[in-house]
């Protein structure tokens, strides 16, 4: 490690000048935002990055640097930045009004697309993730006349009260693995929030079903991304989404999947038709809006019934507003169409090259791709949960981050816990870079 970390010292040295008007605006912009940035995340390991502008596969910020863009706004813009459809939707919805908050004819075709990709019949709007998965426990929670909800231990599902428990656990106090004690995971929650979520670690089936045994009759549901996105990119094993689904029903519970990061980037179908699960219901946001706020709840006509009562009210001043729908139109109808995530397989194969990288250097670290989304796990065992992150030093994750900025590429800040995510927009050129930058690290690190 004390290699890693001069390369560090080094690497940093060499990105902190180039960075010079990104930090002097955030400095300047300190008067006005806390810590100078409009989101806590887009405080990177040494400074913000502050972007002027994106086109196609590539980003540029206001230092003038240019970079392939493997981060693409936390997978977001799979359809690549400024793209021409997307571009003519949002301009042509625009010159026609933007907002009236009442419902306009877009969202049913959006709806219609959704309903074919997912198999899941009815659908509604919203503008984020958290939003999406807010709707998704209180329909849990309505239906079933329920109050708690099993999540993943480590699992983020947004900045939604009912679901900030043991997001990001401390190896001190999370409790036993199988039994994980749940934490709240930020400051500013009610306390009895925490005792409404049963955490489990992922890839466990017995955990969920030990959850059920101990809290009988008081579940309403269970939210999970099907393959952890948070987390690197951890696919469920065999067997494992049928079994808490199966587990789900028998007690009396609905199944959710957070697929507001996976949905639409994973498979045409998300991770439902990826791994052949369709839950109750389905969060979608990020990829869904090509850029636009936005959010979505799918589900069964049995999950969704509860929506047609008085009881419960799904609604927002901008739920299904005609900019984000005309955008989401175009893309899912013109520019995601089933035949574009063929490209996702080709550059999949392309990034193929760094699982050679890692063998030919020996490198402790395994490569993850499916559709657009990708990691590389700096482990020399595959992760299986969240727990298995602990193991891994931050510190070559941060030098592999730091080493692809300064050639050209922008990963995900974060990134042993981030994944990154290609665009349609990205050059066999693009995603060689990748490789090659990989390569010159794994070069330097056996050096
Ligand atoms: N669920 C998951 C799995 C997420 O990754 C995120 C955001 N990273 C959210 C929900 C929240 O989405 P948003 O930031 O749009 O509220």
Redesign the pocket.
């Known amino acids: 490690m004390e290699l890693v970390d001069r390369l560090l010292k080094e690497e940093i040295d060499d990105l902190t000048p180039r960075l010079a008007r990104s930090r002097a605006h955030q400095q300047e912009a300190q008067r006005r935002l806390p810590n100078g940035v409009t989101c806590d995340w887009d405080l990177l390991p040494n400074g913000p990055v502050i972007i002027d502008h994106g086109s196609g596969s590539r980003i540029f910020d206001i230092d003038g640097n240019e970079y392939v863009d493997f981060h693409n706004g ?2 977001v813009m799979i359809m690549g930045h400024a793209n021409p459809k997307i571009v003519a939707a949002i301009t042509e919805r625009a010159s026609r009004g933007t907002h009236f908050g009442l419902s306009g004819t877009d969202a049913l075709v959006c709806a219609d697309n959704l309903a074919e990709r997912y198999g899941l019949p009815v659908w509604r709007f919203s ?7 807010q709707d998704a426990v209180h329909i849990m929670r309505q239906t079933t006349g329920r109050q708690k909800i099993i999540k993943i231990e480590g ?6 009260d009912s679901l900030m428990v043991s997001v990001s656990p401390e190896p001190e106090t999370a409790g036993p693995r199988e039994n994980p004690t749940p934490h709240a995971s930020d400051g500013g929650l009610p306390d009895g929030v925490v005792g409404l979520v049963v955490p489990v670690p992922f890839n466990d089936l017995g955990a969920v079903q030990r959850a059920f045994a101990d809290n009988p009759g008081q579940i309403a549901g269970m939210i999970m ?1 099907p393959c952890m ?2 987390a690197g990119l951890v696919p469920p094993e065999p067997g494992y989404l049928k079994g808490i689904k199966d587990l789900c029903h028998r007690n009396g519970a609905l199944l959710t999947f ?5 949905g639409i980037t994973l498979s045409w179908g998300g991770g439902t038709r990826a791994f052949g699960i369709t839950p109750d219901l389905v ?1 979608l ?2 990829a869904i809006g090509a850029g636009l ?3 979505a709840i799918g589900g069964t006509e049995e999950a969704m019934s509860v929506l047609l009562g008085e009881d419960l009210e799904q609604a927002g001043t901008f739920n299904g507003n005609p900019l984000t729908m005309a955008a989401m139109r175009a893309n899912l109808t013109e520019v995601l169409t089933p035949e574009a995530y063929g490209r996702f397989d080709e550059i999949a194969e392309i990034l193929g090259g760094i699982g050679e990288v890692i063998d030919s250097y020996r490198l402790p670290a395994n490569l993850r791709t499916m559709g657009a989304k990708g990691s590389v796990e700096w482990s020399a065992t595959p992760v299986r949960d969240h727990r298995d992150l602990w193991e891994i030093d931050g510190r070559l994750p941060d030098l592999a981050w730091v080493w692809q900025a300064n050639r050209g590429v922008f990963e995900p800040p974060w990134n042993k816990w981030e994944s990154w995510t290609v665009s349609l927009a990205h050059s066999d050129e693009d995603v060689q870079r990748y490789v090659d930058n990989f390569a010159s690290l794994a070069e330097a690190l056996t050096a």
């Open positions: 936390y997978g503008n984020s993730g958290t939003e999406a998965t699992a983020y599902h947004g900045r939604n991304e996105a948070n957070d697929e507001v990061k996976v969060c946001a990020k706020p936005c959010g």
